[in-house]
């Protein structure tokens, strides 16, 4: 089985796969950006306020009940670290609507919910809703605070910024604490929207009877003028092997070795 592909605007494509081994249709939508230390925070903290409501389904409880409508229907968002490159992933899972004595509305509702979670959030003051961004900005910060709790993710975060320091790659998906509080609602927004209207997006549909949502997509999707050119990988040579040891109050050392396949 092979993935069929089709441009549906301007860095927009859209990745389909017929399949009937599932009793449900997955969709999702991915947004790419370089890793960076200017844009890795307010990437981070992005997802977090969007998965909370849009403007027609504003608090998460509304959000769910609308889920529950969907016969039970899962949406979301999550980032990613895929290389030297930050991704912005938003899914949405649903029962097969050929399976529904409703099918054909039950589809057109839950793209459309999906579609307003991602393209018309829940707003107030030309930015997000201020709670929103205010909770989740601490969220975030905390959880960037908590990492040092999770030894092992700890241990590997701390490997891969001695081994790429200079680098992207060594960059913690979530950012850093001073970057995290750094940011404004205003600045967050605005950087949303530069997001929606450069950045190449990658959309997968995998399921049986698809032609409907290849349709829907299409015509959800939205012109653009132009789209940014994402960064290669870094190449470095290395002239030798390195040893770094940090010493912490615990019972178990953790060992991590990194290595250059070039």
């Known amino acids: 089985m092979e993935f069929k592909h089709e441009q549906l605007s301007k860095g927009i494509n859209l990745y389909t796969l017929e399949t009937d081994k599932f009793k449900t249709v997955t969709t999702k939508l991915f947004i790419q950006q370089n890793l960076s230390r200017d844009t890795v925070s307010a990437t981070a903290l992005l997802t977090n306020i969007l998965r909370r409501g849009s403007k027609a389904y504003p608090t998460t409880l509304e959000l769910a009940r609308q889920m529950e409508n969907l016969y039970g229907a899962a949406i979301g968002s999550d980032v990613m670290k895929i290389g030297e490159r930050q991704i912005v992933e938003f899914y949405f899972d649903m029962v097969d609507p050929k399976l529904l004595p409703d099918g054909d ?63 992207p790659f060594g960059i913690y998906k979530y950012g850093d604490q001073d970057s995290i509080m750094a940011l404004d609602n205003q600045g967050l927004y605005h950087y949303y929207q530069q997001l929606l209207a450069k950045n190449p997006i990658d959309i997968f549909v995998v399921g049986s009877h698809i032609s409907q949502w290849i349709n829907k997509l299409r015509d959800l ?42």
């Open 105 to 167: 509305q039950v589809l057109a509702d839950g793209l459309q919910t999906f579609w307003s979670l991602i393209t018309d959030p829940f707003l107030s003051n030309e930015g997000f809703d201020t709670n929103y961004f205010s909770q989740e900005q601490l969220n975030l910060k905390r959880l960037v605070d908590g990492l040092i709790n999770e030894k092992r993710s700890y241990a590997i975060q701390r490997a891969l910024e001695h081994m790429c320091g200079d680098e």
């Open 221 to 262: 999707a939205w012109e653009r003028s132009g789209v940014v050119t994402l960064l290669g990988c870094t190449k470095k040579p290395i002239v030798k092997a390195r040893e770094v040891k940090e010493t912490r109050d615990v019972q178990q050392a953790i060992l991590v070795m990194g290595y250059r396949t070039n």
